[in-house]
């Protein structure tokens, strides 16, 4: 059955087939034409001239239309051996041409349902829906494309019937508005957007080797200004690059994020944002790993924070990073505190710091790193014969206790009675929260660096797929006589928190 009517009733989607949107045929031959296009403007010519003087014009003509009709004939046999169903437990695809390929994907295993649209598939009504579910390296199952009002149907159903698989109310209750951006949160998000480390990098960068452009130019119109401005040439050309790129970034961010709502319903939060690409979707409260408020150092000048949910899915649309899915993209820290705190109650917070001692670590290698690039710049220097500002990254030197301070001061971890939660990070800070009952693994580890001043790491490993890239939850720099104690503490915590879980259930 083909999807005639974009606005089917919900009730209807359960135990029959379905194909995906007519208007997918055409739209995909488009999107997949483009290459095609590519290749005849600048290959085809010059193959097509090739191909014509060995078999003759009329020959190559008819192999050209052959081509052209076997790509369309392909794109509307995959269209109609293509068929999907939702049952009561599973959602099942058929697909394949030559190939027939069979997926069931059970319900309860469906982290998050996705729908994103461009531009031009909002003019023809149709969107994409992108299932993921736990541990899947991507999507597993991607339709491209469906009505927008099936879509909505498609989301809202298979919500639904995941928690009745799950032994929760199955009814559609009504939804709760929690969060919806402003015209200047949309701008502060603007704002501190660009990533302040690039800051530090790039202008000293720029102080050592873009002062050698007025060496290698004396004879021509850059004289005059590298004599008018002397060093101050490389780090104003950097803070111009600087602020470039912050404006860029933060302008494809305010984007993305253009009309964010986010909404509460039945043991899940809904959202929806973009401008020129439209996302909704949906981010299941019994999946959550972990929660991320995120403050960079001018963010948190301002007062402002952000707030990632982390669930066991891939993504949460193609604009969010793997398995990180934005609750709130920034918003006064009181109210992301608030909305945090809804979602897992962890109430007041008492960090416990890495000893002192720390502070020489991070001094010896910031004053380690500084040493080593400027000596970089002299060898290059000698080498090439240019005149580079070699010395310029020890003028930090002074600024290494200050930054080591900070690090320092930024770092802890506290353990609570339903929650372990860390914290790093200066430039831009990382506070994560996760439930005990979420916790996979804990483990800690010693680097030879850290061994040498009795410090060690504990890492709290979850099942998110960030953890994947080593984005877990850390104290770093524990004393290490604390570290095993940390480890066992937060290990029993998760024997205790899976025992309280499962009582009532006992119980009952």
Known sequence: MSEGDSTAAEPALTDRSFRLHPLSVPYRIAERGLGLVVFAVFVGPPAFRALAGTVGATVAVALAG???????GYAVAAYRRFEYELTADTFDIRSGVFARRDREIPLHRIQNVDISQNVVQRALGIAA???ETAGASGAEAHLKFVGRGRADALQRAISRLSRAEDGEP???AETESLFEISDRELGVLALVSADIQLVSILFVVGSVFLP??????HSGWLVGLDRGLGGLFGPLVTLVGIVVLGLAYGLINATLYYGFKLSRGPEELRYERGLVQRFSGTIPLSKVQSLTITENVLARALGYASLDIETAGQSGGEGNQGGSQSAVPIAQRDRVIELANSIEPVGDLTFERPPKRARQRYAVR????LTVLAGLGFLLQTAISISLSWWAPLVALPLVPLGAHLKWKHRGYHVGEDHVVTRNGFWVQRLKVVPYYRVQTVLSSETVFQRRRRLGTVTIDTAGARS????DAKAVDVDAETTQRL???VADALYDSLWRRREPKTND
């Open 170 to 172: 199955a009814d559609e």
């Open 66 to 72: 052959l081509i052209a009709v076997g790509v369309v």
């Open 129 to 131: 829906v992108r299932l």
């Open 366 to 369: 910031y004053a380690g790193a």
């Open 468 to 471: 994947l890239v080593g984005d």
């Open 487 to 489: 480890r066992e503490q």
């Open 212 to 217: 050698a452009l007025g060496t290698l130019a």
